[in-house]
């Protein structure tokens, strides 16, 4: 029923159907991108990251709670925008006392700018997605020290000299780990450009051909495999994971259409998040 991809150094596993489930969990950066679907082996993570308040996306947050629970698994951090998270806590507190048993979380709103520390060596940051409901999107990124150029070459005694006589030898750059944006219009790619230069890339792209057109999925703020195309000179990324797709094309006919559509440059890098053959999960 899983879908599992590599991307880099990156693990992506779960389900997403455009408009039924996604869920998609990466073990290496202990994330569970949104909460559309629970299975068994999906619910470890200790963060849960809830783009918006869209059924597909949040529909099996209290049976991912539940199976935690019964697993023995500590509480999560729950991030999910500002706007939703009174009335969904509310509603956990509902169904908290339906079932007489605590569906707890450290519940997180967010909005875009914000940053959170995720462990010692990653944080998150959000940034806008353009959806019809409150949304937002996850960039996983690591602070490190790095060597300022001037002094690549030094010889490490003299680096430890330096240093302990103050001098400010290092500076902290940003490494662009694994970016989230899902459920948007695709200037997502304008209004926060860094998407384009984080290492792996995962990109809703939920409808592939004419079936769909273009105005329709603008109009409910979805990527059409047609902006992905016009701008496929720009993706930088190590790879760029597609996923979201429609299940109005089989598995079989993503992987056909966008072997077929995509230019070499870009079909290098991309990765599709759907099963090699047969039926859409479930
Ligand atoms: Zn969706
Ligand atoms: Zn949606």
């Not at 698994?73 to 925008?81: A, C, G, I, N, V």
């Not at 030898?169 to 490494?175: G, I, N, R, S, Y």
């Not at 703020?221 to 992905?228: A, P, R, T």
Request: glycine share 8%.
């Amino acid at each position: 029923m899983l879908t599992t991809v590599k991307a880099g150094p990156y693990t992506i596993r779960g389900v997403s159907v455009g408009g039924v489930y996604t869920s998609l969990h990466v073990p290496e950066l202990d994330c569970l991108f949104d909460a559309g679907i629970v299975a068994r082996s999906l619910v470890g993570a200790s963060n849960l990251l809830v783009s918006h308040g869209h059924s597909d996306h949040i529909g099996a947050l209290p049976a991912i709670f539940g199976v935690r629970g019964l697993l023995g698994q500590p509480k999560p951090r729950l991030f999910l925008p500002e706007q939703i998270r009174d009335a969904v806590q509310t509603t956990f507190e509902q169904l908290s006392h339906i079932q007489r048993y605590p569906l707890e979380a450290e519940w997180v709103g967010v909005k875009p700018g914000d940053e959170h520390q995720l462990r010692r060596d990653l944080s998150l940051r959000v940034f806008r997605t353009h959806h019809t409901v409150p949304s937002v999107g996850y960039q996983l990124f690591r602070r490190v020290q790095k060597l300022r150029a001037q002094y690549v070459g030094l010889p490490g005694k003299e680096i430890a000299e330096r240093r302990a006589a103050g001098q400010e030898l290092f500076q902290t750059v940003e490494h662009l780990e694994l970016a989230y944006a899902t459920d948007t219009l695709i200037r997502v790619l304008d209004t926060y450009p860094s998407l384009l230069a984080t290492r792996v890339l995962i990109l809703e792209c939920s409808f592939i051909d004419e079936r769909k057109s273009l105005a329709d999925s603008r109009a409910g703020c979805h990527v059409h495999l047609d902006e992905i195309l016009e701008r496929a000179s720009d993706f930088q990324n190590e790879h760029v994971v597609l996923m979201h797709f429609s299940q109005i094309a089989s598995p079989e006919e993503v992987h056909r259409t966008l072997a077929r559509r995509c230019p070499k440059s870009l079909w290098d890098r991309l990765i599709l998040f759907a099963p090699t053959a047969g039926q859409w999960p479930g």
